[in-house]
């Protein structure tokens, strides 16, 4: 079975630009979500959907970042603009959608420098 | 505020030997603790996990213990292998959501 795949895997960028990624979960699995990784902490959820209604994004930046799930399967996350606090690894992750009790699976992520 | 915490940044133990990697939680909402093991390039894959109702977890080498009333977590490894070598991550939900809180990991160096 595919895990969840994400792309690019790198991006460099110069602040101010754009930048989007792209997850496609586990085929079935319903709860998609984002993560933000900053070096030496903990994955921060930014947003989770539920199919395709976002049913979390309380912590999600929206002045600037700005996520889709259309179909409720693939999802993209985009920054507009970067800045340089932006610079993290950016993880992907899904999980059936059965409960709070989900395990969550974790694509490889993103890792984004901003110059 | 980090609500759930990992004061050891990391640690090395000897092939064979126990590890013990520590957590600890502010939030007394949290019932149900997970440990997830990350390899370098690659994202976090679950390992254990251990409901609030229980204090302990066994799953071959790898053991969770839960102390509710001061609020700590540990996992035990026994014995090391070099293979475990990574980054462990504790993390935290209540039973209200899908949300998990992370700690900030610690990074295990098992020495041949």
């Known amino acids: 079975e595919a895990g969840v795949v994400q792309s690019p895997r790198y991006k460099i960028i110069e602040k101010k630009q754009p930048v989007a990624f792209w997850c496609n979960p586990i085929?079935?699995?319903?709860?998609l979500y984002w993560y933000r990784q900053n070096l030496g902490q903990g994955p921060e959820l930014l947003i989770r959907y539920e199919n395709e209604e976002a049913v979390d994004d309380s912590q999600l930046p929206k002045d600037r970042f700005s996520a889709e799930r259309l179909k409720g399967v693939d999802s993209t996350l985009k920054i507009q603009p970067a800045e340089l606090g932006d610079s993290a690894v950016y993880l992907c992750?899904?999980?059936?959608?059965?409960?709070?009790?989900?395990?969550?699976?974790f694509g490889p992520g993103t890792r984004l420098t901003v110059l | 505020d980090q609500q759930v915490k990992q004061n050891s940044p990391s640690l090395s133990v000897q092939e064979g030997r126990i590890s013990i990697l520590n957590c600890d939680y502010t939030?007394?909402?949290?019932?149900?603790f997970l440990w997830y093991k990350k390899y370098p390039a690659e994202g976090p894959t679950f390992l254990i996990s251990i409901s609030s109702i229980k204090d302990k977890n066994e799953d071959g080498r790898f053991t969770v213990f839960l102390n509710k009333s001061a609020k700590h977590l540990s996992l035990h490894i026994v014995p090391s292998q070099p293979g475990d070598s990574a980054v462990y991550f504790c993390?935290?939900?209540?039973?209200?959501?899908?949300?998990?809180?992370f700690g900030t990991g610690t990074s295990l160096t098992v020495i041949p």
């Open positions: 939030n007394s909402m949290f019932d149900y």
């Open positions: 085929s079935g699995h319903n709860t």
């Open positions: 993390a935290a939900s209540s039973g209200t959501g899908n949300q998990f809180y």
């Open positions: 992750a899904s999980s059936l959608g059965e409960g709070a009790r989900d395990e969550q699976f």
